[in-house]
């Protein structure tokens, strides 16, 4: 296996932070989500119900995490 440059920057970048994270973000004037990696914006969709949909976002990635957690003992 052998790195690339962009493994590099992605390397390098975690030593300065030692984090990384992600957002989605709601625009209720365009009525929009964005997604954000990292203060990169990766995706940006217009959408009818902008809302709705960054409450199905937030509920998918809420479930994702109590699935992480697994049982409680």
């Not at 992600?22 to 119900?49: C, G, H, M, P």
């Not at 199905?56 to 049982?71: H, M, Q, T, W, Y």
Request: hydrophobic share 35%; no cysteine.
């Amino acid at each position: 296996m052998s790195l690339t440059p962009e493994d590099i920057k992605r390397l390098s970048a975690l030593k300065k932070f030692n984090k990384e994270y992600f957002k989605v973000e709601f625009d209720a004037n365009q009525n929009s989500l964005t997604l954000i990696v990292n203060d990169t914006t990766r995706n940006r969709i217009d959408l009818d119900d902008g809302e709705k949909s960054f409450d199905d976002a937030l509920e998918v990635i809420k479930k994702f995490f109590i699935e992480l957690r697994g049982p409680i003992q």
